[in-house]
């Protein structure tokens, strides 16, 4: 019995389905799947100054990668005993919490200040050190205070905004310039 012309569509559509379903089961089984190259990580924007002098080292870095992530580190690492520091013995090292880092623009306007703690002492050597992050928008203060802005009487404690060509300098309690470093971008 013939089919109608209406069957007939039916029953070729249905067969042209089938085949259609083998051919892209197959096609898929043989297609290799696509996937989606990584994209490289931004690289962050790295500050720093550096000064070695008269058996002391000063290092400061800032490293950037966004708002919610930034963190500052300050080190400054004597052997002992250092005249020029008025160091003697571990002793002094331990007892000595008045170095402060100041921050100035090319132009010498000071913008920021960091204390530094007493981080680790040994018999030769000693170093004192700052260290804040900012993780997801939240200050982390690992050791020493950093003021972000010397116009005003309190501490926002935040990480200074240090740029290439701007400097920093160790001080003491008498406002002695022991050491100075320029601010380089680096990679």
């Excluded at 379903?21 to 550096?50: E, G, S």
């Excluded at 116009?151 to 309690?173: C, S």
Aim: with cysteine.
């Amino acid at each position: 019995m013939p089919l109608s012309g209406a069957a007939a569509l039916l029953a070729v559509v249905g067969t042209l389905q089938a085949e259609f379903l083998a051919y892209d089961a197959v096609a898929r089984a043989t297609t290799p799947v696509a996937t989606p190259t990584p994209q490289p990580q931004a690289q962050p924007l790295v500050t720093l100054a550096k000064q070695k002098q008269d058996g002391a080292v000063l290092t400061v870095k800032r490293t950037w990668w966004s708002a919610k992530k930034d963190q500052i580190e300050a080190s400054l690492t004597v052997k002992i005993p250092n005249g020029a520091l008025s160091l003697a013995t571990a002793d002094d090292a331990k007892n000595r919490h008045d170095f402060l880092l100041e921050f100035r623009h090319s132009d010498g306007t000071a913008f920021a200040e960091c204390d530094l703690d007493v981080k680790r002492v040994k018999k030769k050597q000693a170093v004192f050190a700052a260290k804040e992050i900012y993780r997801r928008g939240i200050l982390q203060i690992k050791s020493g205070v950093c003021d972000p802005d010397t116009a005003t009487e309190v501490a926002e404690q935040t990480i200074p905004d240090v740029r290439p060509g701007d400097v920093v300098i160790l001080k003491d309690a008498t406002g002695s310039e022991l050491l100075s470093a320029t601010f380089i971008k680096t990679k």
